[in-house]
Each structure stands twice: as structure tokens, then as C-alpha cells.
């Protein structure tokens, strides 16, 4: 209680002191106040005190489909903390929700049809929900909330994975189910019940389930969770509750497999090993599945990174990588050419900038699913960052990263011809005829004089004044190497 009251007190105070504390830093120099970083804004930091709790957890976050605000839910040691992110360089204190039983330092938190759903290892925790529609209504934070269902069929678990096309939650690391999927029905968010249970391979660390879409015709439609077991990527057909199958169960070089995440095709898998960099002496490591073949995937190679920071939780969005890494906070990797494991770190923020080395302190999660591009990260020691990234400050063509997959890098690649305005894009260098006028790539006068149009039907009149100028354009497509214009937009995050 006295906890709880500290935390109301703070939270009064809570637009003021944030204020003096990190508000509004641009990332200039390599620094954002004291935190080192590139091309990612620090918006606000809301320190611990703030929430009463000793130390932070896990992150997710949720969007009002009525009102568009925006809500980072971050997992405390005394429970669950929701902060109004709808003017985020002030973050608002909502509210919390107790544990339902003790304080733990584990806590993981996903939402489906606006409803929180939170885990935790505390004993006897089982798994809380909360209506996260009554946030709007709150017009006195921060309050006290209470859960609105108690799903007690196990007590103590250490992740949830929830697929939001299904509506099924899938408990791991708990007593039941020998630790592995312990699967919940939510078509009825408020009433959870019992759905099924996987423990074929025993205990599961992290897992994601999605509805797959990936290349694997025979399995494409079926319900499948991709799971970090230990010491295997596991892959388990849940589609029939009652009679789960077992489609893989492979094996590595590992240390503790930990967590991953699909690539947006479905057809990598990037996991993290959590104890590699501590035992092998190497830097953040994230190894490259390929799942062409869910009854077969392999190992296609690995991405080493910068600092020895360990890695922790990773997820995708686009063709970016966001990854909470313990000691070197988030990083941001762009995803080349995954057939031969290639990422490049294009924009990083560290939360704890004492140091990077291989310890389990600093960046615990990270939610990068905001519409507005907001990023949000949970900080073990040091409570919730809100941060804003610039996906475009490293644009395609100057990244290092083959992004079209056709084996030339950056100004090697005709489809860059003008590198520092435009995405390297395969419409020109392909080998097809794409406006179908007999002419393929730069033997079309369109691909060298205006990259817009790509390789399309030019309009009509302008066949003398191609001609006239293709010769001179494409001499200075042969030098483009040489000179950069000025840095524009590529694009908006998708």
C-alpha cells in the first residue's frame, strides 16, 4: 500500500518532472542527453519512481480503435502500468493493476480485442485480464485497476503469445503442459477457457503462432507456433487444439534458445540466443532461419553485431528488426538479403550507457507496432523510453545491405542510379520487359532518365527528347558512385 501511494504521489508531479528530466532530446553528436544513439529521438523518459516499483519487466502496447490514443503497457515488479502516450514527450501515468498474487520480476503482457492479457512468474499468478476500453473513461489518473477475469488453470508461467487472427492465447513455461503451449480460447475475452495442450518437446522459453502465410504450400492456412525450446526452434501445427502436431524440432550450435520472430513473408525466423554471447565471448548475435520447409527448416547463418551486448526480445515490422538488448538498448537492423543471414544496424538508442557488456541489466522489451512510429522500450533499471526512430536516415541505396535480393550492394546496383534520393529497386535492373515495349531494363531509354516512372510506358512526345539525352544521362548513371545529392524520404514506416 505505502508503495501504491508513493506511486499517486509521483504521478501527480509526473508532467513536471519529466520535463526536467529527459524531454524532447534530439539525438545530435551521437548523444540524447546522456544516452548514446543514432538517428532515434528521445521523446520522454519516465524513471521507476514514478511507477513505485524497483524494477521493469516486459512492454506491449495497445490503440484506442475509437479515440487513436496510444497506450504503452509496461510489466513492473508490482504489477502492470499503463501510460497515455497521446502527448509523448509527457507520458501519462493511467493507472496500474496489482499482481494478483506477489511482486515478481517477471511479467509478459499481449493484447487481443482490447483486452490486456498478463502473466507473470509470481506463484499461483495464473494469467489476469484487463478491459482496456475503460482507460478512456479515466478522467482522475492515476487509479488502481482491477482484473476483470482470472484464468487460474495453471498458476506461475513465464510468456503468453496470443494469435490475434485466431483469437487463441498460448501460454508457455508454466506447470502445465510440461511447460510447453498451454492454448486458451478468448473469442469470449473476458471468460478464457481451456483450449488444448502441446508438451511433446517439454519446456518452451518464448513461441510466436500466426496463422502461416509463408512459402510452404502444404502447411500455408494452418495455424503453427514457431517456439524458442531451450535448445531447438520448434514447430508445432496447433491448428486442431485437440490433436497438435509435431512439423519439426531442430537443432544448433546453441547455448539457451530464447525468443524470435517471423519475418513478415513468413519465411525467416530471426532468434536470439540469449547466453552465447556471455559463454562464446562473441558480439549480439541473431541467427537467420530459413522456413521454406516447416518440416525441414535450417540454419542459414548468422548477424554479429556491434556491441557484446547479450540480446534479449526482438520483433519485426517491415523490413526493419527492433531489438531490446540488454546493456545496449534498443537497435534497429535492416533486413538485406536473409538468404545469407544479412542485416545492417541503421539506428540504435542506449538505455543503459554505462556500458555494453554481456550482463542482464538495461533494455528488457520493446513494442515498435505504433501506427504514429512512436517506439516504446521497457529498461530493467531504468523504467520506459519513449522514443521516436528515423527509418529514413539510412536510406536503400546507401546501407550496405543488397534489399533487392539480385546480389549488387548500394551504387553497384543499377537500380540505384541516383543513390541518395531512392530505394535500390529491381524494376530496372530485373530482366523483364515491365511496360512491355520491347525494350528490358537500361536498353529502355525510361530507366535513364527519371527513376519515378521506373520501367513504364513513356508518355507520348517525349521519344526525341529520350534519345537526345539518354547518352548524357547515362554517363553520369556510370558515375554516380562519385557524388551523393542531398538525403530525402524513402519512405513512411509501414
Not at 495442450?197 to 514457431?226: I, L, M, N
Not at 557488456?357 to 504514429?372: E, H, L, M
Amino acid at each position: 500500500m505505502k508503495a501504491r501511494l508513493l506511486a499517486a504521489w509521483c504521478v501527480v508531479c509526473l508532467g513536471a518532472s519529466a520535463a526536467r528530466g529527459h524531454p524532447n532530446a534530439p539525438c545530435e553528436g551521437g548523444t540524447a542527453n546522456e544516452f548514446a544513439c543514432s538517428n532515434v529521438e528521445l521523446l520522454a523518459h519516465v524513471s521507476l519512481g514514478f511507477f513505485g516499483s524497483s524494477r521493469a519487466n516486459d512492454i506491449w502496447g495497445w490503440t484506442d480503435p475509437i479515440t487513436g490514443v496510444e497506450y504503452a503497457l509496461l510489466g513492473v515488479s508490482v504489477g502492470t502500468a499503463v501510460v497515455d502516450l497521446s502527448s509523448p514527450h509527457h507520458p501519462v501515468i493511467v493507472g496500474t493493476l496489482p499482481s494478483s498474487t506477489s511482486e515478481s520480476v517477471w511479467r509478459d503482457i499481449k493484447v487481443y480485442a482490447d483486452h490486456a492479457f498478463i502473466v507473470s512468474e509470481a506463484p499461483g499468478h495464473g494469467m489476469q485480464v484487463l478491459d482496456l476500453r475503460q482507460l478512456a473513461s479515466v478522467t482522475s489518473p492515476p487509479v488502481t485497476f482491477t482484473s476483470d477475469a482470472n484464468y487460474l488453470e495453471f498458476g506461475a508461467a513465464h510468456n503468453i503469445a496470443i494469435d490475434e487472427d485466431t483469437g487463441f492465447a498460448y501460454v508457455v513455461g508454466s506447470a502445465t503442459c510440461s511447460g510447453g503451449l498451454h492454448m486458451i480460447d478468448l473469442v469470449d475475452p473476458a471468460n478464457p477457457s481451456f483450449a488444448g495442450c502441446y508438451s511433446g518437446d517439454g519446456y518452451t522459453h518464448d513461441t510466436q503462432c500466426v496463422v502461416y502465410a509463408g512459402p510452404d504450400v502444404e502447411h500455408r492456412g494452418r495455424e503453427v507456433c514457431f517456439s524458442s525450446n531451450l535448445d531447438t526452434v520448434t514447430i508445432v501445427d496447433v491448428t486442431d487444439k485437440s490433436n497438435p502436431l509435431l512439423l519439426s524440432r531442430t537443432g544448433y550450435d546453441h547455448e539457451y534458445t530464447h525468443q524470435g520472430w517471423l519475418t513478415e513473408d513468413h519465411r525467416y525466423f530471426l532468434l536470439g540466443d540469449e547466453l552465447d554471447e556471455v559463454r562464446n565471448g562473441h558480439g549480439s548475435r541473431t541467427y537467420v532461419w530459413d522456413l521454406s520447409d516447416l518440416d525441414a527448416p535450417f540454419l542459414v547463418g548468422h548477424h554479429t553485431g556491434v556491441t557484446a551486448a547479450i540480446d534479449h526480445n526482438q520483433y519485426v515490422r517491415g523490413n526493419h528488426v527492433f531489438q531490446a538488448n540488454y546493456r545496449s538498448g534498443l537497435r534497429i537492423l535492416r533486413l538485406g538479403n536473409l538468404d545469407l543471414a544479412e542485416m545492417g544496424e541503421v539506428a540504435y538508442f542506449d538505455t543503459a550507457p554505462e556500458a555494453d557488456n554481456p550482463n542482464f541489466a538495461g533494455a528488457w522489451g520493446v513494442y515498435p507496432f505504433f501506427d504514429s512510429g512512436i517506439v516504446v522500450v521497457s529498461d530493467i533499471d531504468r523504467g520506459l523510453f519513449v522514443l521516436k526512430p528515423d527509418l529514413d536516415a539510412v536510406l536503400d541505396c546507401e546501407d550496405g545491405l543488397d534489399n533487392d535480393r539480385d546480389g549488387l550492394i548500394d551504387t553497384d546496383d543499377p537500380g540505384c542510379p541516383f543513390p541518395s534520393t531512392f530505394p535500390e529497386d529491381p524494376r530496372c535492373d530485373d530482366g523483364i520487359d515491365n511496360d512491355g515495349d520491347g525494350l528490358i531494363d537500361f536498353d529502355d531509354p525510361v530507366c535513364s532518365l527519371s527513376w519515378p516512372y521506373w520501367e513504364k510506358t513513356p508518355g507520348c512526345g517525349l521519344g526525341f527528347e529520350l534519345a537526345f539525352l539518354l547518352p548524357l544521362l547515362t554517363a553520369l548513371r556510370r558515375r554516380r558512385s562519385g557524388w551523393r545529392t542531398p538525403a530525402q524520404p524513402r519512405r513512411t514506416l509501414p
